[in-house]
């Protein structure tokens, strides 16, 4: 079946530190990907996506490219602040066919904790 | 403003008192959907509803029973809540097309069954 695997944390990193939080995949056809990330005493909210190969998502400074070579989808910020301190989740959807359910499938998540 | 309701948000209970976890979303969805939350083993989908009256299993359905008999509503009931299901739950949402597929998430009910 489909599966994420992300590393592992916590990661703990300095202000204006680059954060790199490998995810990869096993999935049959071209899922969609995606990076969600959930702060402290939160719900889970959408951080960014990207549906097809070589499509790069990006929002808040942060940015992951779809590569199905590698089956990867990294996500990636140049300069992390403290406000970025969170849980963050990669994630797959399925292809259409497979779409009953509308069923993501998560990683473990990874804890980053971003100190002044 | 576009939301995931869900109550409560914390829940502590004994083992075998029947409780049940509201969702509520004003988007006017027709996919919902309940998750746990377990340390390492990111979210879990437990159940799922295409549209009203339509619901079914996830990958960990045991123990867990949904009614959707209104598209806003999906409630989460656990019959006899035993240890195990000591957990994190989040509800989503989303649109049934499934090229716009975004899941909204509630801000979780934190479930403890002594």
């Known amino acids: 079946g489909d599966s994420v695997t992300q590393m592992e944390g916590p990661v703990t990193l300095s202000e204006e530190a680059f954060l790199t939080i490998n995810c990869t995949y096993t999935a049959t056809g071209y899922p969609s990907l995606f990076w969600y990330v959930q702060y402290p005493g939160e719900g889970l909210q959408l951080l960014l996506k990207?549906?097809?190969?070589?499509d790069k998502g990006s929002n808040k400074g942060f940015e992951a490219t779809y590569r199905k070579e590698t089956t990867s989808f990294h996500l990636e910020k140049g300069s992390v602040q403290v406000s970025d301190s969170a849980v963050y989740f990669c994630?797959?959807?399925?292809?259409?066919?497979?779409?009953?359910?509308?069923?993501?499938?998560f990683g473990g998540g990874t804890r980053v904790l971003v100190k002044p | 403003e576009a939301q995931v309701t869900q109550n409560p948000r914390y829940l502590i209970t004994v083992t075998g008192k029947k409780l049940t976890v509201t969702c509520s979303q004003n988007?006017?969805?027709?996919?919902m959907s309940w998750y746990r939350q377990d340390p390492g083993l990111g979210l879990r989908q437990i159940y799922y509803?295409?549209?009203?009256?339509?619901?079914d299993k996830g990958d960990v359905p045991e123990g867990y029973k949904v009614s959707r008999k209104e598209k806003r509503n999906f409630p989460l009931i656990l019959e006899s809540p035993s240890p195990n299901q000591t957990s994190l739950y989040f509800c989503?949402?989303?649109?049934?097309?499934?090229?716009?597929?975004?899941?909204?998430f509630g801000a979780g009910t934190r479930l403890s069954v002594l």
């Open positions: 990207a549906t097809k190969a070589d």
């Open positions: 989503a949402s989303a649109d049934a097309d499934w090229a716009k597929n975004i899941q909204y």
């Open positions: 509803s295409m549209n009203v009256e339509v619901t």
């Open positions: 994630a797959l959807l399925a292809p259409l066919i497979k779409a009953a359910g509308n069923k993501l499938t």
């Open positions: 988007m006017n969805h027709e996919y």
